[in-house]
T-cell receptor, first 108, second 112 residues
Framework: KQEVTQIPAALSVPEGENLVLNCSFT??????LQWFRQDPGKGLTSLLL?????REQTSGRLNASLDKSSGRSTLYIAASQPGDSATYLC???????FGSGTKLNVKP | DAGVIQSPRHEVTEMGQEVTLRCKPI?????LFWYRQTMMRGLELLIY????????DSGMPEDRFSAKMPNASFSTLKIQPSEPRDSAVYFC??????????FGPGTRLTVL
């Protein structure tokens, strides 16, 4: 049973596009939701944390929303850049489950 | 803040040798986590501590693996004896709760 599903699994786009990455989870008891990016051969970098009392969080070109009732979170990336290329993860820390993430490639 | 610090960043050793990985969490964080990442299995939790006490070590693969947290600013993950299948990237993370974590850069372990 997958605790976290991320769609799409991979995405390749030209730079400048606005992107939507989706995360759905089966655990209705999820509390906070934290989005990460992982560059090849690197550690996980925290991007945004949506706390239980919040519905969304913004940082620069990134906006993440959380709908606990539907078990979904969405990460919006505006005006994508080649430097955004990475794997994006939304782990379920209740179950310490990471999934495979969305592998994003932004082409110059 | 310097973030989570891990050492060494790379370790190459021979089968049967003891390996010790080190982690310094972010100051003030009560939780510390050890993860392992491989291509086959992705990221897996090995063990986590709260206030220096091990809370869940069910992810520790075998008795060859042990972890300690002698104080709030230091933790070790030890593998003795090491085997080629232990080759992976080992991450340490810390947080004020288990729901918000900050990761270190990882230690890439290669066991020959």
């Amino acid at each position: 049973k997958q605790e976290v599903t991320q769609i799409p699994a991979a995405l390749s786009v030209p730079e400048g596009e606005n992107l939507v990455l989706n995360c759905s989870f089966t655990d209705s008891a999820i509390y906070n939701l934290q989005w990460f990016r992982q560059d090849p051969g690197k550690g996980l970098t925290s991007l945004l944390l949506i706390q239980s009392s919040q519905r969304e969080q913004t940082s620069g070109r990134l906006n993440a929303s959380l709908d606990k009732s539907s078990g979904r979170s969405t990460l919006y990336i505006a005006a994508s850049q080649p430097g955004d290329s990475a794997t994006y993860l939304c782990p379920n820390f209740n179950k310490f489950y990471f999934g495979s993430g969305t592998k994003l490639n932004v082409k110059p | 803040d310097a973030g989570v610090i891990q050492s060494p960043r790379h370790e190459v050793t021979e089968m049967g040798q003891e390996v010790t990985l080190r982690c310094k969490p972010i100051s003030g964080h009560d939780y510390l986590f050890w993860y392992r990442q491989t291509m086959m299995r992705g990221l897996e939790l090995l063990i986590y501590f709260n206030n220096n006490v091990p809370i869940d070590d069910s992810g520790m693969p075998e008795d060859r693996f042990s972890a300690k947290m002698p104080n709030a600013s230091f933790s070790t993950l030890k593998i003795q004896p090491s085997e080629p299948r232990d080759s992976a990237v080992y991450f340490c993370a810390s947080g004020l709760s288990y729901n918000e974590q900050f990761f270190g850069p990882g230690t890439r372990l290669t066991v020959l």
